[in-house]
């Protein structure tokens, strides 16, 4: 099946601990994206990256960390410099190239604090 | 920097009830997206619309393009209890900016 996979469904940090989030495409997308989303809330960018070994930040990058050494690949670290990491993390992808195309999105990675 | 304002922000309603929400936007963007997400999974795209007017319909779901390119609604037909969720507007491609979300509850 074509998607985007994140993986674990549930993870937990201890303080001071960083933790890496799996995101994984296999529509072939150049485009990966990195959310949070809280209680109520609307989703905040965190990371984006529009081409392999290239990525930017979003409006609240500050204590997370990505990298995009493959196409199909989008790790986010969760580090301990980020105070409130519990939230909903979700991934996306989109493909470009062809007008405005829509982002899809993962079943997403739910993060709490030990 | 730019703001999404979508309301309303919760709606209970019985089943088989038509259902409207909309967004509003601080500024003028070529597209205009509607997820809709349930408990623990991600959004799921339901409707994007990319000229100013555009009406679009997806099954019992119908979406417009407002006129001024700053505004879009979503309506939803003879409500059934799988409708239950959180609706986002959203706008933008490469960067998206999100709405605060619809939750809609709806009453056997």
């Known amino acids: 099946d074509g998607g985007i996979t994140q993986s674990p469904k549930y993870l937990f940090r201890k303080e001071g601990q960083n933790v890496t989030l799996s995101c994984e495409q296999n529509l072939n997308h150049d485009a990966m994206y990195w959310y949070r989303q809280d209680p109520g809330q609307g989703l905040r960018l965190i990371y984006y990256s529009q081409i392999v070994n290239d990525f930017q930040k979003g409006d609240i990058a500050e204590g997370y960390s990505v990298s995009r050494e493959k196409k199909e690949s989008f790790p986010l670290t969760v580090t301990s410099a980020q105070k409130n990491p519990t939230a909903f993390y979700l991934c996306?992808?989109?493909?470009?190239?062809?007008?405005?195309?829509?982002?899809?999105f993962g079943d997403g990675t739910r993060l709490s604090i030990l | 920097g730019q703001q999404l304002n979508q309301s309303p922000q919760s709606m209970f309603i019985q089943e088989g009830e038509d259902v409207s929400m909309n967004c509003t936007s601080s500024s003028i963007f070529n597209t205009w997206l509607w997820y809709k997400q349930d408990p623990g999974e991600g959004p799921v795209l339901l409707i994007a619309l990319y000229k100013a007017g555009e009406l679009t319909s997806n099954g019992r779901l119908t979406a417009q393009f407002g006129i001024t390119r700053k505004d879009s609604f979503l309506n939803i037909s003879a409500s059934i209890p799988s409708d239950v969720g959180i609706y986002f507007c959203a706008q933008g491609a490469q960067k998206l900016v999100f709405g605060q979300g619809t939750r809609l509850t709806i009453n056997p």
């Open positions: 996306a992808s989109r493909e470009q190239g062809f007008g405005n195309q829509p982002q899809h």
